[in-house]
């Protein structure tokens, strides 16, 4: 239990230290001016039209290329910055011990990475709040967007397949959750390879999944290669594209939701052991 309480203490003390980093609100910042030039010609209809939208827009905007782009590549320089605390490193390692030290680093990284998902799903709505209107179901405003402008000069899409296949918590509880494992697995594969010594190898793996999720999206080399890219690059399954919906037949070798959120599960937790696994070879801490 007091290692508990210590590991505890070290996820805390990451939180508060993240908190007063200039680039972590910097990267908000540039989230919220992308996303405002990224929506607004959706919001330019709403307006056109006199009309409100649902706030449930994430699903769409993970369907998007750019826009899951920018929100991998700014969990990647999220994460990068805040385990270079080494100065730090000693004096926590010492206080609280290796094992509880290594718990609350994982711990930061989870808890991290959700407050980081959910604070994205604000800032894509929040420059245009007075169009938002708090609804169970879709919304009519984005089916009519759909039939008039099937791909806005602003960025913004909307794809039917998914209004009409999905209800809106399992469309939200689906990306959420396979964003928020896809984010904290990002952080977790650079901290497991910056324990082992080699930060920048991390950094090449992230970079990798992500150009991986990238290619699948671009579509230029068939879609027998973009489907089996998407099969085995994780960030792929927040995308809808490449999901299998329930009633759907399967043509193409994807996952279905369930499978893919249990892999991705499986991916956090082997990301996780292996960290454990430097720790118990001692190779966590050497500088």
């Known amino acids: 239990m ?30 919220l001016l992308y996303f405002w030039q990224y929506m607004d010609g959706y919001f330019l209809y709403l307006k056109d039209n ?11 905007i993970m369907n998007g290329r750019y826009g899951r782009l920018v929100l991998h590549g700014s969990a990647i320089l999220l994460f990068s910055n805040v ?50 209107f708090i609804g169970a179901g879709w ?13 806005y000069p602003g960025g913004f899409s909307v794809n039917m397949r998914i209004i009409r296949r999905l209800s809106v918590p399992q469309a939200m509880g689906y990306t959420l959750g396979t964003y928020l494992l896809g984010i904290n697995l990002l952080g977790g594969i650079l901290y497991t390879f910056q324990a082992a010594g080699s ?39 927040s995308n809808l594209t490449y999901i299998q919906m329930p009633g759907e037949v399967r043509v193409y070798p994807v996952w279905t939701m369930s499978e893919a959120l249990w892999l991705l599960a499986a991916g956090v937790t082997v990301v996780t052991a292996v960290a454990f696994w430097l720790q118990k070879r001692r190779l966590l801490f050497r500088n």
């Open 2 to 31: 007091k290692g508990f309480r210590k590991g505890i203490s070290v996820c805390r003390g990451s939180l508060l230290s993240c908190g007063k980093q200039v680039k972590v609100w910097l990267i908000l910042g540039i989230l």
């Open 139 to 151: 919304g009519r405003a984005l089916s009519g967007f759909s039939q008039k402008h099937s791909y």
């Open 199 to 237: 930060r920048l190898a991390g950094l090449a793996v992230d970079i990798a999944l992500i150009g991986a999720d990238s290619l699948a999206d671009l579509n230029i080399l068939g879609d027998s290669v973009t489907y089996g890219i998407a099969r085995v690059c994780p960030l792929c399954w």
């Open 83 to 132: 385990f270079t605390d080494s100065h730090q490193r000693i004096y926590e390692v010492f206080r609280s011990g290796e094992r509880a030290y290594l718990g609350g680093k994982l711990l930061f990284i989870l808890l991290l990475a959700f407050l980081f998902t959910l604070t994205v799903q604000v800032v894509i709505w929040l420059p245009h709040i007075n169009r938002i």
């Open 50 to 60: 006199g009309t409100a939208t649902s706030p449930w827009l994430f699903p769409l």
